[in-house]
């Protein structure tokens, strides 16, 4: 098991004591959240609620079908103003705070902002900062926060934390998969959680136009740069054809990065007002240099960015400089 630093341990215990003098609390994560953002969301609600706190989840897009089973999702508040006034807000698991989507007005609606995330480079935007890109997950965190409470997990915070591991880990695969998850891992099934029942709840309860999207989006899949880059796409025309919206392209780009050979997998997504690109590194390539030529970023072997354009000139761009990238590096 891992063991924290002196200067781990102290901010946890700051966390702690603004959660013992404090009542009313907002815990939010980043827009189109995943498996991460739910699970780390979820976990520190029921220890707050535990605690005899006043809890509002809320996040701006709605909960996946695949994630609906965790335990509390059903009080996640949906929506782009959440009305209100909290005595702390927890901003979980985002790069930055407009990642929140604006669904509140910190500075106006909290009092305290407690910053947690495990993202490269993320600004110390609260007024306490637990942020280590050491960390393979914000879920993580949160399993260090409740074990320095001394805390005996309970079932509902195993499960939630549990799928954020398994998730943010790539089913175990990546590389911010370490011993110390493992160790994790292996607590949380102790105490209940089963691995094969969670697994298919959250990877194989697909819709029918769930499958419809992923096979039209293979349809897309192409190579370039000696067949270092692999890159697919969601434009209108599929959102149109599935009736899907952005929710369930989760996973699309791992399609990319199984192929032989590639080192780097994009996902371009087509918005109202932008184009959402996704990078993936399969090993040598550092796609988060490639996402910050964007306005965006996150990790060395997962990042994004937004780009206004069209899906057409988005792609020339970025393929532009990933091939750019890729000619020098690999």
Not at 1 to 15: G, N
Not at 50 to 69: E, H, L, N, T, W
Not at 142 to 149: M, N, Q, S, T, V
Not at 275 to 304: C, E, P, W
């Amino acid at each position: 098991m891992k063991r924290l630093l002196k200067k781990e341990k102290e901010i946890l215990k700051e966390i702690l004591n603004v959660i013992d003098k404090n009542n009313t609390f907002f815990v939010t994560s980043h827009i189109h959240p995943d498996g991460d953002s739910f699970g780390s969301s979820l976990a520190l609600a029921a220890y707050l609620e535990s605690k005899g706190k006043k809890v509002c989840v809320a996040m701006v897009d709605p909960i996946p079908f695949s994630y609906q089973f965790l335990p509390g999702s059903e009080k996640i508040k949906e929506g782009k103003k959440i009305k209100g006034v909290f005595d702390v807000a927890f901003i979980l698991d985002c790069g930055s705070q407009e990642r929140t989507g604006d669904i509140i007005d910190f500075k106006k609606q909290t009092k305290i902002m407690v910053n947690i995330d495990h993202h490269i480079k993320t600004p110390l935007f609260g007024d306490i900062n637990f942020v280590d890109h050491k960390f393979s997950s914000t879920v993580e965190q949160i399993y260090y926060l409740l074990k320095e409470a001394k805390n005996k997990l309970t079932f509902r915070e195993a499960v939630c934390i549990y799928v954020g591991l398994l998730t943010d880990t790539c089913k175990f695969q990546e590389s911010n998969t370490s011993s110390n998850v493992f160790s994790i891992a292996s607590e949380l099934l102790r105490l209940g959680v089963l691995p094969k029942e969670i697994s298919k709840k959250v990877y194989q309860n697909k819709s029918f136009q769930e499958q419809k999207l992923l096979s039209m989006v293979l349809s897309t899949l192409k190579l370039s740069s000696a067949n270092k880059i692999a890159y697919l796409e969601v434009n209108k025309k599929i959102y149109e054809k599935t009736g899907v919206n952005g929710q369930e392209t989760e996973g699309l780009i791992n399609y990319a990065s199984m192929i032989f050979g590639v080192e780097i997998a994009i996902l371009f997504q087509e918005k109202k007002d932008f184009i959402k690109v996704s990078f993936r590194s399969n090993g040598k390539a550092d796609v988060r240099k490639i996402a910050v030529l964007f306005g965006g970023g996150g990790h060395i072997k997962a990042a994004g960015c937004k780009i206004c354009g069209t899906l057409k000139e988005v792609k020339k761009q970025v393929l532009d400089a990933a091939q750019e990238y890729a000619s020098k590096k690999l």
